[in-house]
């Protein structure tokens, strides 16, 4: 089982910016994937975006343009750069990752934009 341990949440105002981080307990060379979902108070979890083994990266519509998805394979972990935030954006944020069709999660991360 694949540890995937974030940080980088908190509160910020809109407009902000945070940056989440997510690193994995062993390479991340041969996973399939890795992105980030979230999930809203009472809303089902959604993909935020996500990086594909060979680099293609996914967007969630709401986010194209503000967030960005990154990859360090050296240091096994993933990052979302999130600007402009918006209060729509709050949500416990998760880490995820596939590896030979086993889907790992982090614990979540609390990310709240409010004025």
């Known amino acids: 089982q694949v540890q995937l341990v974030e940080s980088g949440g908190g509160m910020v105002q809109p407009g902000g910016s945070l940056r989440l981080s997510c690193t994995a307990s062993i390479s991340i060379f041969s996973f399939n994937y890795m992105g980030w979902y979230r999930q809203a108070p009472g809303k089902q979890r959604d993909l935020v975006a996500r990086?594909?083994?060979?680099?293609?990266?996914n967007y969630k519509d709401s986010v194209q343009g503000r967030f960005t998805i990154s990859r360090d394979t050296a240091k096994s972990t993933v990052y979302l750069q999130m600007n402009s935030l918006k209060p729509e954006d709050t949500a416990v944020y998760y880490c995820?990752?596939?590896?030979?069709?086993?889907?790992?999660w982090g614990q979540g991360t609390q990310v709240t934009v409010s004025s």
């Open positions: 995820t990752a596939s590896q030979y069709g086993r889907v790992s």
């Open positions: 990086v594909l083994s060979g680099g293609t990266t």
